[in-house]
């Protein structure tokens, strides 16, 4: 689930700690996908959702029959209910549009959490609808958890119908789009763990509330959750006193975010205690948490109407499990913005454009995958020549290995993704994933820091090489390609692509030609030392340093205050990066023109100080 990584498993949580290894315990070791979340600047939203506009009334419309169908102590149609349709036009066009949004969700899809995304999206307003519901005078209040198992039958069946669908008459479709190994588990808990539907959020859950004799879905009463509770918290209590040595070793192993000095607190003990395999550890003692079990009236009344201690203790397992799944289905909801109402029509483009708004209807795309992106190439200067003279394949894969190894950590500190390895360079694309205002000013950055490290790395003797890097900011295609049931490829595809490839040539070689070596004849009309980044009088480009292109320096104008002086051969533009805390010039060095591409592109060398 990978938009806990944007900023939600950091929020405060009552009954989990929200690392990937405790989610795994919940929703199992192959994560539910999710898309990748853009990187929140201010309080720019993670993922941006568009529903489609009348799924809110069908779903008033959906909930107000069901309340009234109870209020009533109308039983609702079991032939309905089972079909999951319910009773009237309501039910009807409720599960008409659903069908409809979800079915072009699997045929748009791929492999990208798109399903995931709609149904984490739709059951936020679905709870935000019940929630205005039961604010309402003379509302009974106890049906809201009377209505679960009519909501339950109805959205399992809708969706296990649509999957049925696509499994029968379009099977390779569903393969392709979704995988053979589909993670059910996170939709499963939206429909059947309650409180995703009935509780807005986890912070001010009060289990008192919900453990009625009217709720079904949790036979636990909250007069036993309370004892047991009590038991459990006295012996943890006990344990801790007496440093237990195998519950401080479970403390730290499953629950190792909280530091053994806060163990006492509050907050910390109710997380424990919200822990399956800290619980299951602390019923295992028979003399201790056992024989005050027994000894407990309401318990033993409760295990013998159950039939047994096991069913009682299990009942109180399954609500700490289904608290915990809502508390990260709620971190999940946090990081989603349903479109509000009133958002003019250029600012849903523009996020649309961007890629950043995620659109659910019957028929339209989903999502839009031609965006504007940031794309630097860097290639190795000589690599070529090297490798047909007297050196063996392990040296030169070596070589590379030293070279490149340590360009990920740039990478990822700089909030790019390496597109892929090209031999003897490498491309990274800023914006095809995750979306960010600083995406052009994040490829500087590591265009910067990347020749820094071959510097040191000439400096201190572990390579000879330099290093050619170009930036180029346009519109691109990101495509997703399936490599087999488990692997998805994604790229960005385009004429954008290729000029940025053209750009970090030297000699006028792009890297698909075999070029972007530095043994290109320098012209005799140039006497004196040539920059880095440099345009001879026919227009070919020489590229050692780093070259962008006007696009890019356009782009990063709009973004961040720089001082620009006019001189004679061009425009020259200055400003202070807080990050590297250098001053990067950024200086028109000629227009460059390359085989196969229309017209001069303007070039700009960037240097660091």
């Known amino acids: 689930m990978r938009i806990l990584a944007h900023g939600a498993g950091s929020r405060v949580t009552r009954f989990i700690e929200g690392r990937p290894e405790e989610v795994a315990d919940l929703f199992g070791p192959d994560l539910p996908q999710l898309p990748e979340g853009h990187a929140p600047t201010g309080r720019d939203p993670v993922l941006v959702v568009e529903l489609h506009s009348g799924l809110k009334a069908r779903v008033v419309a959906f909930i107000a029959a069901v309340y009234e169908s109870l209020a009533e102590q109308r039983a609702p149609d079991p032939r ?3 079909l999951g349709s319910g009773s009237g036009d309501a039910h009807a066009a409720y599960q008409r549009i659903l069908t409809e949004i979800t079915s072009n969700i699997i045929a748009n899809d791929r492999r990208l959490g798109l399903l995931n995304l709609f149904w984490l999206a739709h059951s936020k307003e679905v709870v935000q609808v019940i929630e205005e519901v039961f604010r309402r005078d003379r509302v009974k209040g106890h049906i809201r958890y009377q209505m679960h198992p009519i909501l339950r039958g109805f959205y399992r069946n809708l969706h296990l119908m649509v999957w049925q669908r696509f499994r029968s008459m379009a099977p390779e479709r569903l393969r392709y789009n979704l995988g053979d190994d589909f993670n059910h588990s996170l939709i499963e808990s939206l429909f059947d763990d309650q409180l995703p539907l009935t509780e807005p959020s986890l912070s001010g859950l009060n289990l008192s509330a919900v453990l009625i004799d009217q709720n079904k879905r949790f036979r636990l009463t909250f007069s036993e959750y309370k004892e047991i509770t009590g038991i459990c918290r006295d012996r943890l209590r006990t344990g801790l006193t007496r440093q237990e040595r195998r519950l401080l070793d479970l403390l730290r192993q499953r629950l190792p975010g909280l530091p053994p000095t806060q163990y006492d607190n509050e907050k910390a003990e109710q997380k424990i205690l919200f822990n399956r395999h800290v619980l299951t550890y602390l019923f295992t003692d028979y003399e201790g948490t056992g024989e005050k079990l027994r000894g407990n009236r309401t318990l033993r009344q409760g295990a013998e109407r159950r039939g047994g201690w096991g069913e009682l203790l299990s009942d109180y397992l399954e609500l700490v499990d289904a608290v915990r799944r809502t508390e990260v289905i709620d971190l999940l909801r946090q990081g989603i913005t349903l479109i509000p109402p009133g958002l003019d029509d250029r600012q849903l483009k523009q996020l649309f454009a961007e890629g950043r708004l995620y659109r659910f209807h019957e028929s339209l795309e989903v999502l839009n995958s ?20 007297a050196v063996s394949e392990g040296e030169l894969t070596q070589h ?5 190894d340590p360009l990920a950590g740039i990478v990822k500190r700089f909030q790019g993704r390496i597109d892929k390895f090209t031999g003897d360079g490498v491309m990274i694309t800023f914006g095809a994933t995750t979306v960010s205002k600083q995406d052009e000013l994040n490829g500087v950055r590591t265009a ?5 490290l071959m510097a040191r790395s000439r400096k201190e003797g572990k390579t000879h090489f330099q290093m050619g890097i170009s930036l180029h900011t346009g519109r691109a ?5 399936i490599l087999d049931e488990m692997s998805m490829d994604t790229t960005v595809i385009g004429r954008h692509v290729n000029i940025a490839g053209r750009l970090s040539g030297s000699g006028g070689k792009g890297p698909e030609e075999g070029g972007g070596e530095e043994d290109a ?16 009088g026919t227009g070919v480009l020489y590229n050692t340093g780093i070259a962008a292109s006007q696009d890019t320096v356009d782009t990063l104008a709009q973004e961040v205050p720089m001082e620009r002086q006019e001189g004679h051969q061009g425009s020259t533009y200055s400003f202070q990066d807080p ?14 023109k390359f085989k196969g591409v229309v017209g001069s592109i303007p070039v700009y060398r960037i240097v660091a100080s």
């Open 80 to 82: 309905a209910a089972a």
């Open 370 to 389: 031609a965006r504007k992106v940031t794309i630097l190439f860097a290639d190795l200067r000589g690599f070529t020549r090297t490798s047909e003279g």
């Open 400 to 404: 590379l290995y030293d070279v490149f």
């Open 448 to 452: 910067v820091a990347l020749q820094e």
């Open 477 to 481: 295609q990101v495509a997703r390609f």
């Open 521 to 536: 004849p320098l012209p005799v009309a140039r006497a004196e030392k040539p920059a880095e980044v440099w345009v001879d």
């Open 579 to 592: 990050v590297l805390q250098k001053n990067i010039l950024i200086e028109y060095v000629g227009d460059a």
